[in-house]
């Protein structure tokens, strides 16, 4: 165990180096008096954590003032003692996520096996600061109705707590979107556990952030929050993840939308295929192995698993492949027999989707001039065999017609999950360590799906993770001085791209397509498109693979 004066040392170090601590905790602070409202200084105030017994202790300065800080966010009990007083026993207090609960105490003249009880209640006014917020716990998050998936068509995503930042005053819109006070989207920050988990390079609004059953409270601080959060803009996230207690708990849920429970869509009297679960489970209470270790009032741990899953697919759109007839170099059916304006070099009048030969080029009075195809039916031989694989691999018409002859239905697949588990131990009443994991994935469709097959889809495969780790450290170095340490990192990994059973498609192997820039993979084809209703682009589009990660380490001593 480390000594007072090298735990000291390291806090002063340390300072000199890292900015104040980002905090997830809460604190009380109050005055104590005796009955003619003197101030009582040197009394004990021993403050403790209801659900896990851990305790907090201080004394009241010279002026009576006492601040219990860096406290978890829960309920609390006080009891403050003096000489020549009765025993003060105050119940249910209530801390809160970046917020300071005042508690003012007065003593009655007794003696000190005497005790009174006092019930916590929460003040009208806030007088100890001066930040604009909100605080909303996990249970409210729980009872208020979140959109894990939107209605049919939508990819939908995990549910996300960030959503209610719209209960705050002045703020419109949620997550990515959202604006506070008037600032720009997105220029929030988002803290866990006292950590900076904001991804700039992430443009969702879930990334990083806890499942909504591993939150015990989260706070928004819009506007006058303390100067050492100086970096903020738009508002000011703090999540505090849930901890074990001394008792057992577990939840098991499941929120799920099908296609079954929806109104046909209008127009098309159609529905689509919408199945959307959102699944998981808890689990906390004290670390106990019979016989070898009890962690009442000692160690505990909470263990979360979120897991998003959906199957979705559009009404579609009309979009045009080839006929059988054009697989085959007959093009006959794409004569209209009107005429452009104007004439060939030889005086030939120039017809609309005619096809001509590039083997007939000759120069007319310095112009390039060609023969069309007889019947405008390029021959078998003509056909090119690369050409003729790839057309092969393009879904056959569903409907008539030249154009616009097969339904483009879309179908996309998306599965999110983030694990997350913590522990919390008591060394002593003096000194505590507080760990917390979390994993955070999603593996979803990018920029949308073509509706076309493996190899010739051009949708992307977007497979992102985020990692969340946390240490904490608290000591009680004095009555009135107390350590916080706290070291994390944050790695967000990205490695966005086609399939790989389209970038590693034999093309030279399978197709005898060479000579590729790439040098592998199925050739991206573009510029297929017409005003007559042309093809749409296949093969993989571009993609991004990148990775970014954030180190934090405050420390600070209060």
Known sequence: ????????????????????????????????????????????????NTETGSVYTTVTTGTGNFSVISLPAGTYSVVVEAAGFRKYIGQNVRVQVAQVSRLDVSLEVGSATESITVEGTTPQLKSDSVEASINVTGDRINALPLNFGGGGGSIGAMRAPLTFMVLSPGVSGSGTTGRVNGQVANTYRVFVDGQDTTNNNDTTSTAGQPSVEMIQEFSLQTSNFSAEFGQVA?????????????SLHGSLYEYFNNEALDANKPFVNTKPISRKHDFGFSLSGPIVIPKIYNGRNKTFFFVNWEEFRNDISSAGSLNTVPTLAYRNGDFSNALTGRTLTGTDPLGRAIQENVIYDPATSQVVSGRVVRDPFPGNVIPQSRIDPVAAKIQNLIPLPDFGGNINNWRQAPKYNKISATPAIKIDHNINDSNKLSFYLNKNWNHTVANGQDGLPIPLTSFRDQRTYTYTTRLNYDATLTPTLLLHAGAGFVRFLNPDSSPSQVLDYDAAGILGFKGSATGGGFPRIAGLTSAQGGMFGMGPTNANYYWYGKLTAPVSAT
């Open 234 to 246: 738009g508002g000011m996230f703090t999540f505090a993840t849930r901890s074990g207690t001394n």
């Open 1 to 48: 165990m480390l000594s007072a004066k090298l735990r000291l040392s390291i806090c002063i170090v340390l300072s000199a180096v890292f900015a104040a601590a980002q905090s997830d905790r809460g604190s009380i602070t109050g005055t104590v008096q005796d009955p003619t409202s003197a101030v009582v200084p040197n009394a004990s105030v021993v403050t403790t």
